[in-house]
């Protein structure tokens, strides 16, 4: 089987990768490190199965701070919108998930102006109500994000990698083009001999045909 074109592999790949994705939910874990004095998005994405019905959701945050045990309840998201829970995080905290929809996926928060005191676990959770023709289900999903406050930023291991196995993607894919555009060039420079060959040889065969008649022609004049 002879190899796709690098155009058209492309092109495939590509096209794959945005039906993959348009329109698709992703449960993509949250940072966890926060500069002081920054904003900060908590995020929490909880995608319903394909085998899901349409449905609604409520949502609750709650915080433990570092060195604490118990948990405090700091922001809900339902029907009747937003409500900051806690004093301490009151004018803090901006709603960053789905919109415009009851069905909610993305759960995720603004926290803004972080502190040091804002280093600790937060807990997501979902209340989520799927309504099927005969029955309603109730499903419970929990999630958790272990939050650190640093004064400044800080490139994380996950990050470095990331870019680094980025950076090597795209070298293998230009490495890759550079071979099948060699191998390509190859193939018709091969061609292009043979054909010339093929020409020459037929070129040849002419010549030496039109002397032939020409001797015949001379010796039967004689």
Known sequence: MAPLPPLLL??????????RCDGA?????????????????????????????????SIEWYFRPSGESDLIHIYSYGDSGPTIEHDSFMDRIDWNGSKRSNDIQDASIYLLNVTFNDSGTYRCLFNRMLT?????????????????????????????????????????LQLWLLIEMIYCYRKISAAGEEALREAANAEYLAIASESKDNCAGVQVGE
């Open 25 to 57: 939910c992703a449960e993509v874990d949250s940072d966890t490190e926060a500069v002081a004095g920054k904003g900060f998005k908590l995020g929490c994405i909880s995608c319903k199965r394909r085998s899901e019905v349409e449905g609604s959701a």
């Open 10 to 19: 492309i092109s495939l790949l590509c096209g794959l990768f945005v039906f």
């Open 132 to 172: 099927y023709d005969n029955y309603e289900y109730n499903d419970i999903i929990d999630k958790l994000v272990h939050l650190t406050v640093v004064a400044k930023a800080t490139r994380g291991t996950a990050s470095i990698v990331s870019e680094v196995m980025m950076y090597v993607s795209i070298i293998g």
